[in-house]
């Protein structure tokens, strides 16, 4: 099996904000989780801060690198200690991950509003290859997609971060009019009313978006599931960061070189390429694994 690893910090703030995403590969095991950014310290209307201020203000260490380190650690050694490697205890080493994100928040933010203490968090992928069959567990936008010999997607994970935000910013959702990221109160809807939220449907679709927050009723936004896998299939697992990469017109031919080559030297000066010339797409932090069998 051949594994090929990245991340990339963001491209703006580079070392003034800590890399929040977790990335952990042992054997057949893989994980990675994206921190839920947080509110600046001291602030809770950021209208007039400039960009300096809030990057300067961030929490160090960081609670959402703590969060997604949290999982990815527990979830992999949940698994390394099972005997038998299934469906039935992916998802219990998954659900081991909300739960020690929950313990971690009992210890550390007690009280959370919403909004500096809201709670510690993140999203995340596990994945397990057994021969011919890929076992995944998803929430949020961290994901797996597999692409088959002629380089076609062949499966891809489900994305409620990308229903919601079709719902969210469309011009059905009655709060869009008055919607401010910078206002207190429209963060506090956010993450109380759209996160973790199975009520939150419209024409019969929950319209809410998941992630560990160690809450239970994050479980409803759990998915998993088996695919079957060919040796000549290329398994990408990732983190948002790279999600508009990997729709990028080049980015199969990349791809194919990476995998051909064993290295990353081309991807690395390509998402460079991309980021420089486009942050908000392309520039911000991202983790990727590449997996050939």
């Known amino acids: 099996m051949q594994v090929l690893k990245l991340q990339q910090p963001s491209f703006k703030y580079k070392n003034k904000k800590e890399l929040e995403d977790s990335i952990l590969h042992d054997g057949n095991i893989f994980a990675i989780a994206d921190g839920i950014t947080r509110d600046p310290v001291g602030f809770s209307d950021f209208t007039n801060l400039t960009e300096e201020q809030i990057v300067n203000s961030y929490p160090k260490p960081s609670p959402a690198k703590i969060a997604s380190d949290t999982f990815t650690k527990n979830f992999v050694e949940s698994l390394k200690q099972r005997t038998e490697l299934n469906l039935d205890n992916l998802e219990s080493s998954f659900i081991l991950g909300n739960t020690k994100i929950k313990e971690l928040n009992l210890e550390k933010n007690p009280n959370p509003d919403f909004l500096a203490n809201d709670y510690w968090a993140c999203v995340a992928t596990g994945v397990v290859i057994n021969e011919n069959n890929l076992m995944w567990g998803a929430i949020g936008d961290c994901g797996v997609r597999i692409y088959d010999e002629n380089w076609n997607i062949k499966f891809n994970t489900p994305n409620s971060v990308e229903v919601y935000e079709k719902y969210f910013y469309s ?123």
């Open 171 to 293: 011009d059905a959702n009655p709060y869009r009019t008055n919607y401010d990221w910078n206002k207190p109160e429209s963060r506090i809807l956010n993450r109380k009313e759209f996160r973790n939220n199975p009520k939150q449907v419209q024409n019969d679709e929950c319209v809410s978006y998941g992630s560990l927050t160690g809450e239970e009723i994050a479980l409803n936004f759990l998915y998993f599931g088996n695919v079957y896998i060919s040796q000549k299939d290329t398994i990408v697992i990732y983190s948002d960061g790279f999600l508009k990469t990997m729709d990028e017109p080049r980015f199969i031919d990349v791809l194919k070189n990476a995998s051909k080559n064993n290295s990353l030297e081309e991807f690395e000066k390509y998402d460079f390429e991309l980021a420089s010339k486009d942050y908000s797409n392309y520039g911000h932090e991202r983790s990727i694994m590449i997996v050939n069998l």
